[in-house]
């Protein structure tokens, strides 16, 4: 059966989180980060409006449970209405403040970005956003009575107040877990906060391709506790409804996601005051179930590549023919290789067919598609293997299973458009594609009324700088590697993290096309001149390791 997927990239379906029960002062809590944030001063009693305006935009910038600075700005009624957890907008520099006739000030600014509902989205470049903001007096002092959604504030002050967590959600054969990312706020009880945008459920953009353990409504019971290095998480009564498989994978979202935390290292699970989980150990190390764990490498995750007398292994002793038929033979022009590093898949001369292989001595080779030129092989931990065939009409992107048929692959958003590489994440769920010189993010959706038919959907740009993108490639469950190849220019490699698209240089490699990736691996390309380069990890040099093409994680 083909399997199903899902997600990615940034912020919690509730946008901040700006309210809950924060308790502070209390010892057996999470200790808080050593971070120095500048106080927001109140309205002063003779601001004129636009002085009341600047004075809301400053005291947004700084972080507060309930944003209660800022709301001394605003009218009674409208502190009443205004919800700062309704999302952020972020903006590149000071905004402009102007004064305008009837009480109203102007305010406008450059948008980077936003977070919301969506995660965080990036801006299109050039984007601008005008707020006018009325104003009336409130015991002979101007105060704003129509305050934007959520927030604002600058990309400087954003990266100060807020750092970038994951939540854990799983694909949906809940077989491996997909990150959500999110941004906390730095001085926050983040354990808590942690923990309720978990129970509230994935982003609106990543929704439609992951899974949840936690039954409708389970939410929690009183603040997340940390002591001695135990993470004490109390559950409302719905949690109890849950089968035993569905208390221990809540439990492993809930350790990966506290996980990220310094100092927590062991996790305690209640619900109604009773122990949740089964057994004699009525704790959970937040390592355990390791195999749900998104960002481990594939098990023997060795480089592979296509030799000139077929597949190879390319270990510290250099390249050596894999097992089976695949490392026999000749003329192939990709390989992909499952997670578990026993079967592989491989394009033949010229593209038109898609061999698989198991990798052992007495294994046949089959033939698992037809087409008319193959090519971006990548292999999901659930058995798929991925392939865009470049027919005359068009791309078009294969889903198969070996042993079963081919799935139709909708690509809404793409119509129209080049793939020139394609690479779907080990979990499944999420795509990365190269096309036209960009890179698109998407989420891969599995039709419920019709299992033998896969969507990439919600095609997302990533705004990245540097010139045209060639290759793209999964280096972490958030982190991408693109090739970048402008014309004349020597090819380059970045590391780019999804949360924020930012791009890291990781260096320039004359002549490469192909580009490999896995977790925890060091990047590897393939270059014109059929030379696999790897770059070490200390040095962060590159070296030659195989005389050879089209170089591969399992993946």
């Keep these: 059966m083909l399997a199903s997927v899902l997600v990615v990239v940034l912020a919690g379906c509730a946008g901040i989180p700006t309210s809950g029960r924060v308790v502070e002062g209390d010892p057996v809590l999470e200790p808080q980060p050593q971070y120095v944030g500048l106080e927001p001063d109140p309205p002063k009693a003779d601001d004129d409006e636009a002085g009341i305006v600047d004075g809301f935009v400053t005291a947004m910038a700084s972080y507060e449970p309930d944003y209660t600075t800022a709301r001394e700005f605003l009218t009674p009624e409208a502190s009443a209405e205004w919800r700062p957890s309704d999302g952020m907008t972020i903006y590149a520099s000071s905004p402009s403040v102007d004064k305008t006739a009837g009480g109203v000030v102007r305010v406008t600014m450059a948008v980077l970005a936003t977070v919301g509902p969506d995660g965080y989205v990036n801006a299109p470049p050039g984007t601008t956003e005008v707020l006018n903001l009325a104003l009336r007096q409130v015991d002979d002092e101007w105060r704003i009575s129509n305050p934007p959604a959520g927030i604002i504030l600058s990309n400087l002050d954003f990266g100060s107040e807020f750092a970038a967590y994951n939540l854990y959600f799983f694909d949906p054969t809940f077989q491996r877990l997909v990150p959500d990312p999110v941004f906390m706020p730095v001085r926050g009880s983040r354990a808590t906060l942690l923990a309720e945008a978990l129970l509230r459920g994935p982003s609106r953009w990543l929704a439609p391709a992951v899974g949840t353990a936690f039954p409708p409504e389970t939410g929690l019971g009183v603040p997340v506790r940390v002591e001695s290095g135990r993470a004490s998480v109390e559950l409302t009564s719905q949690a ?12 492993v979202q809930l350790a990966r996601t506290l996980d990220q935390l310094e100092g927590v290292r062991e996790l305690s699970v209640t619900s109604d005051g009773r122990p949740l989980m089964a057994g004699d150990q009525p704790t959970m190390s937040l390592d355990a179930y390791p195999e749900y764990d998104p960002s481990v490498a594939p098990r023997r995750s060795q480089l592979y590549a296509v030799g000139g007398s077929g597949v190879v292994q390319v270990g510290d002793g250099g390249p050596a023919a894999v ?24 394009v033949t001369a010229g593209g038109t067919q898609l061999i698989w292989a198991a990798l052992r001595d007495e294994a046949v080779a089959t033939v698992l598609a037809n087409g008319t030129d193959f090519e971006s092989l990548s292999w999901d931990s659930a058995g798929l293997v991925w392939a865009v065939d470049q027919t005359v009409g068009g791309p078009r992107v294969l889903v198969t299973e070996p042993g079963h048929e081919s799935a139709t692959v909708l690509t809404a958003g793409l119509d129209g458009r080049t793939i020139d590489d394609l690479a779907v994440s080990l979990d499944g769920a999420r795509v990365a594609i190269a096309s036209g010189g960009e890179v698109l993010v998407g989420i891969v959706v599995r039709d419920a009324d019709r299992p033998d038919t896969l969507r990439i959907d919600a095609l997302r740009p990533l705004p990245l700088d540097g010139g045209p993108v060639t290759a793209v490639t999964w280096a972490g469950p958030t982190t991408l590697a693109t090739l970048v190849r402008a014309e004349g220019d020597v090819p380059e490699v970045y590391r780019v993290e999804l949360a924020r698209s930012i791009a890291q240089l990781a260096g320039p490699v004359p002549g490469a096309i192909w580009l490999a990736a896995s977790p925890g691996r060091p990047l590897a390309v393939g270059t014109d001149e059929a030379k696999v380069l790897r770059q070490e990890d200390t040095t962060l040099q590159w070296h030659e390791v195989a005389d050879a093409v089209a170089p591969a994680y399992p993946g």
């Design 240 to 251: 109890r409804t849950g089968t035993p498989e569905q208390v221990k994978l809540m439990g």
């Design 323 to 346: 097992a089976g038929p695949l490392g026999a033979t000749t003329g192939f022009e990709e390989v992909a290789v499952n997670v578990g590093s026993n079967q592989a898949a491989a």
